[in-house]
């Protein structure tokens, strides 16, 4: 159980800081950079792993039943339409407050989703892990809160980047809407991991190795819903051109390296899930997982200095959200033990 949370939290510091290297791409528009990336992401990163490290892939993909994969299949094409949209919200209210609400909406769902899948826990692990995703959603609120401050407080000083990007409402929204979509993640973890992982092990292939499986079918999937859209906007912004920069290795660079802390948080989450077992692997793992991811990207908003022109209230209010989440964590790991 204890590997099973570590794990979990360090999937969550990986995917806390993916996003960090796009704040240092040059001469990219956002459809660039996040085009960029994703390509690398859904679709590079996955086909290298699966077929470099999984011995008798094809064998593994299979075996998996039509009804299985077709679910995962719809599953993670939602996901990859709300991660498209995290993106947005990023783009919109930065990392610390971008990560917090998508994150947040997707830890409320997404944790309850696999309940579906496998049936309820007993009462009282339930009511435990209820009450975490409680002090969990208190934390989002105070973040949606904080930002929702920043925002009058940068306009005040005339040095607003979110007046320049959009209003703060709308990427909250962006944030919310594309959380929601996102839990198709959980869902498709749920219907199709122990299916994959009884396969890959059966072509003798090492239980962490499972993960790379699950998430290449998820991130194929998702990756086309994604690939469509920003062909879409490119072409209607006539963005193409802008991939011709001086810049163009650096960004190759900065991209890949979010693609691959990308891919690698989703692989050790899901070997995190099954640590932690089929009952609770997608829902308790899922949701340390996504808190340890906020605590991440807050902090690194922090420390590149998002919040610096925020008043001491808004700052409290990130603060109060912070601290929330990780006691509501801490909550949802406890229901795992006495569970």
């Known amino acids: 159980m204890i590997i099973g949370v570590l794990l979990a939290i360090l999937a ?57 994969l077709i679910t995962m299949i719809i599953c993670s094409i939602l996901w990859g339409i709300g991660a498209m949209m995290w993106g947005k919200a990023i783009n919109h209210i930065g990392l610390s407050l971008g990560f917090s609400i998508f994150i947040g909406t997707i830890i409320l769902v997404g944790s309850l989703l696999p309940f579906i899948q496998v049936g309820l826990p007993k009462t009282n692990v339930f009511l435990t892990i209820l009450a975490g995703l409680a002090v969990v959603l208190v934390g989002v609120m105070a973040n949606g809160k904080a930002g929702i401050i920043r925002q009058k407080d940068e306009e005040a000083n005339n040095e607003s980047e979110t007046t320049k ?47 790379i499986a699950v998430m290449y079918v998820i991130y194929m999937a998702g990756g086309v819903a994604i690939a469509i859209y920003f062909a879409q906007q490119l072409t209607a912004k006539k963005l193409w051109g802008k991939f011709k920069t001086p810049h163009l290795g650096k960004n190759i660079m900065l991209t890949t390296v979010m693609g691959v802390f990308n891919f690698a948080a989703s692989v050790v989450f899901a070997y995190a899930g099954f640590k932690l077992g089929k009952e609770l ?27 610096v022109k925020a008043s001491s209230k808004a700052k409290n209010f990130l603060y109060i959200g912070l601290t929330c989440m990780v006691v509501g964590i801490i909550i949802i790991a406890y229901s795992n033990g006495i569970g």
């Not at 996504?290 to 998002?306: F, Y």
Request: charge should be negative.
């Open 281 to 307: 692997g997608g829902t308790v793992g899922y949701a340390i997982f996504n808190t340890a991811c906020v605590v991440t990207a807050i902090v690194s908003g922090l420390v590149t200095k998002e919040w």
């Open 165 to 211: 990007s959009g209003s703060v409402i709308t990427g909250i929204l962006i944030a919310i809407v594309g959380g929601l979509l996102a839990t198709g993640f959980s869902y498709a973890y749920a219907a199709g991991g122990e299916i994959i992982d009884t396969a890959s092990q059966a072509q003798g292939n090492a239980p962490w190795k499972s993960a």
């Open 12 to 68: 969550g510091l990986l995917l806390g800081l993916y996003a960090l290297p796009e704040k240092f791409t040059k001469d990219f528009e956002f459809e660039n950079t996040w085009s960029m990336f994703f390509a690398i992401n859904t679709f590079v990163v996955p086909n290298v792993a699966a077929f470099l490290l999984i011995d008798g892939f094809s064998d593994v993909l299979a075996a998996i039943p039509s009804s299985a």
